[in-house]
């Protein structure tokens, strides 16, 4: 990728980078494509629904206990049921927030060495009161 200055600014953070070396192609083909993959999740996904909510049904039949469990019992199974599914998929996105941390402050380091002038120490004025005040 290339970068370079586009519009200038009083603020070194407010300056405006013109980022360039790549294009995008693409066709209605491609278009339609995705169109077509869409309406096939919607699809998937319809069904999906229509097969756990016979589950529902099932699991009630087969699983007489659950039945009698109090709604405060029951709350407290799908509250813990949601806290792990959550828990697996905030460590996921964890993970890709960390990735793109890395990417960025990679991406910080070329637009710096192509354009020198933005490589300099910008201090918050907010920090720089915190520090003077202790």
Known sequence: MKYKV???ADDIKDIIIEKTGHKIHFSLREI???KAQNDKKRTEIDAKTKVEKAKLVNIARNNEFIKDLSEEQMNAVYMYYEAQQFITMAEEKL????DNAKELEAEIKDIKKQIPELDVVVVDKKDLDEKTNK
Do not use: I
């Open 6 to 8: 586009h519009q200038k």
């Open 95 to 98: 993970k890709e927030f960390d």
């Open 32 to 34: 339609e494509h995705v």
